[in-house]
């Protein structure tokens, strides 16, 4: 016998949690599509030197690379911008620009598996390319509030930042700024004097003012729809370190504190690395992970995502064509149904799998109901029961 | 500069491929859903010990295998049964029987690009777990009749053999007698010959007669909605020589010789092989590829998945305003519209972007417009073009 596991980092999707994913995946794709966004697909492969390079020492590190049986070095697909730079430069004559496409894929990081880290994980990105426009930036935002909105989240925080601010800070201390929040700032202000940093960068950092690019964006998201007290400036915002160019942001959950559930910003140099003249493009991501976390203490998803509404039992293989019958005349009705799969299995069987998966009715032709042409439909909830023709019955199930 | 390329036997889908592939996709799943089947998703890479062996010899050789970081042995996802099967034993006591799933992830093998072979493709599964009856192979070949007809297809074949019938032949003459459509029957006789079985074996297999078995699994697949004259005994169906021990089958569309689109059968005892104890199952998949191949050939696919009826221009920064206000009366009317993202770009751009996307309608809102509380809107295929009030203009967008 095998040992039936998982990797470590990897995991399973039942049903009831696949369910949730797939909500969610609707929503973001419904608010997407509806500003134009159109979907892409790159490969989970890739040629390891499309991707090496691109995310810091950390990401080569984390990166899952092989060899492939035709001795090609390749690997996983590490986060979808770098794909969708290689596809830019790959495809230049076949796309439309100003080139708005939204991204729903899994990524692979070989990362250490504590706090909730995945080494598989669902990412979903928007990103407009060909535009250096505030406008285009602005959109990126709003579309961001828009999704979140949708899926049901009331308060939020928009930190914006612009990293054009940051040029003259050090890569060192960058990084250090960046954790603000996380070690606070007695902890930054020793790693900077450590780092051999002055201790004055924070409050530097702080006093810096918004630029004026920073308030033409902000302009226009309002205009766009984002709610003005829901975007502030954070001037020692950083957002890793790796392609950004121009606007950075970062959404927050008011209440719910492990971090950003979606950030992105501007990155106008990275698709010229794969294109040889500069393309400029501004997206963001959606942590799913940390979206369906929150969304589940804040108890956002709908109490119900069984779509069957009533489970037709089959009491005996003879009886089986009175069955069909009803889920025939549900159907036609437009009743969600479905049939129990085992024509010789216990009743008692069939309306426990009916609890199990939630199906609030139960339908049970016998041989009584039959003769009379009834049906007996239960509600699992309250237990009722009652026998009467199937027509009659119809609008209980509604 | 790097050379933007993708890897042989891999895909990128770009809009106009990866709309026609969601648009797939969800007819699948409804159609799914509608019987009660939900989601399951596994992880791309299990422990290779999961996958090795379950395939045959070819299987282990196109595997995707290699060492992880950890020095894990792993392996791509190569099919979606195996998973499954490994997912069934593990959850055992979390899973309500009998369990009915779909799933539709990418799966890899490293096989030969030719003939429209692909290294990652897609595979949809849907599988009944836990029951051995009858009813529950006839659900499932009523099912994928069903999506075959939500597809728009009108006329296939349903070719089901038992396994059983075949469990006196050689393993090497089943590999001959799979083949025998592709190859001919007097092909066929030479191999057999050259293998040291009998050539009368092909004779033998056409004289095969249906089993009791078969014919209750036809008699209710009939019952459950599947045309008489759909389906057809095919004594020499063989199906691979992997894990089928009951009813087998393909569906072939007509006029398309490409092979079948469809496949599945009874698979009693691969679930056994991580549960310790046998546990029945049932299922098929659909070759999602040919499905679009074939769907392309005969022209059923709607000839518009593009979602954006108008494009809102915007004539210049300073009538950002008006372009926005527009947009969210559209909105409001649910008319799909889309704000072009670049307020400095020419408006010659901005229609040649329209006509790209093929988005049908573009509205300008210029200084006359603006001073009129007008608008212009022009059709893009008849090249029309009117100005006035937004609201005379709406039910024309309709």
Chains 1, 2 share one sequence.
């Not at 899952?64 to 070095?73: A, L, P, Q, S, V």
């Not at 603000?180 to 900077?192: M, Q």
């Amino acid at each position: 016998m095998i040992n039936p596991q998982t990797l470590k980092g990897f995991r399973d999707f039942l049903p009831i949690e696949a369910k949730k994913r797939q909500y969610v995946i609707n929503i973001l794709k419904k608010v997407f599509e509806s500003y134009g966004f159109e979907p892409l697909e790159t490969p989970a492969l890739e040629y390891e030197e499309i991707l090496l390079g691109k995310y810091g020492d950390e990401g080569d590190k984390l990166m899952y690379r092989f060899e492939d049986n035709g001795k090609r070095k390749v690997a996983l697909r590490y986060d979808q911008t770098v794909p969708l730079a290689r596809v830019v430069a790959q495809y230049q004559n076949e796309l439309s620009m100003p080139f708005k496409r939204y991204q729903i894929q899994n990524v692979w990081r070989a990362d250490n598996t504590q706090k909730g880290r995945f080494r598989e994980f669902l990412q979903c990105d928007i990103d407009t390319v060909g535009t250096s426009s505030p406008l285009s930036d602005a959109e990126i935002i709003e579309i961001a509030a828009s999704s979140l909105k949708a899926l049901g989240f009331k308060n939020f925080k928009i930190f914006i930042n612009d990293r054009k601010l940051l040029s003259n800070i050090s890569i060192k201390a960058l990084t250090i700024l960046d954790k603000i929040d996380k070690i606070g700032e007695e902890e930054a202000i020793r790693e900077l004097e450590k780092a051999g940093e002055s201790r004055d960068l924070i409050n530097q950092a702080k006093g810096f003012e918004t630029s004026e690019r920073l308030k033409e964006i902000k302009k226009i998201a309002i205009k766009l729809g984002v709610a003005a007290n829901n975007i502030e400036f954070k001037p020692t915002l950083v957002r890793g370190l790796d392609y950004y160019t121009g606007v950075i942001f970062e959404i927050e959950i008011d209440g719910y504190d492990a971090g950003s559930v979606c950030g992105g910003g501007r990155f106008d140099n990275l698709i010229g690395l794969f294109a040889g003249k500069q393309i400029p493009a501004v997206g963001c991501a959606f942590g799913f992970d940390r979206l369906i976390e929150t969304m589940e203490e804040l108890k956002l998803f709908p109490t119900d995502l069984q779509r069957t509404k009533v489970l037709v039992t089959v009491f005996s293989p003879e009886l089986l064509d009175e069955s069909i019958k009803a889920c025939e005349i549900l159907n036609a009705n437009n009743i969600n149904q479905e049939l129990y799969i085992d024509e010789n299995a216990k009743m008692e069987k069939q309306l426990k799998y009916a609890d199990r998966r939630q199906i609030p009715y139960v339908l049970i032709i016998g041989p009584n109901e039959a003769k009379n042409s009834t049906v007996t439909f239960k509600n699992l909830k309250t237990r009722e029961q009652k026998t009467l023709p199937l027509n009659q019955a119809l609008p209980l199930f509604k």
